[in-house]
């Protein structure tokens, strides 16, 4: 499966941004998708994850009640709705599809076998 992420730029803290993540290749209902995010000098760390069976989503403490995941199957299209963003999200931001529903598992990157290439997220104080 192929991943191609859109929709980051740049916005001002308090603002929003929606960024896609559209797959091509095997059906996007197959996967869970995840979100990640790399800022400079950092590690990759877990956003969010929408599971492939029952749509239940969980988030990192950083982000909870501030981004939604979602994804339209029929679209082969996932999203992440980020609102109150703050200077410390501004980061590139990742998606990546994994067969896995095991939520400790989904919180490690290394149970991501597709990756898209990122799109850079930057937040201005």
């Known amino acids: 499966v192929q991943l191609q992420a859109s929709g980051g730029g740049l916005v001002q803290a308090g603002g929003s941004l929606r960024l896609s993540c559209t797959a091509s290749?095997?059906?996007?209902?197959?996967?869970?998708m995840g979100w990640f995010r790399q800022a400079p000098g950092k590690e990759r760390e877990f956003v969010a994850a929408?599971?492939?069976?029952?749509?239940?989503?969980h988030y990192a403490d950083s982000v909870k009640d501030r981004f939604t995941i979602s994804k339209d199957n029929a679209k082969n299209t996932g999203y992440l709705q980020m609102n109150s963003l703050k200077f410390e999200d501004s980061a590139v931001y990742y998606c990546?599809?994994?067969?896995?529903?095991?939520?400790?598992?989904?919180?490690?990157?290394?149970?991501?076998?597709?990756w898209g290439q990122g799109t850079q997220v930057t937040v201005s104080s």
């Open positions: 990546a599809v994994s067969a896995s529903v095991i939520l400790s598992q989904l919180k490690n990157r290394f149970s991501y076998p597709y």
């Open positions: 929408i599971f492939r069976n029952s749509g239940n989503t």
């Open positions: 290749g095997r059906t996007f209902s197959s996967y869970t």
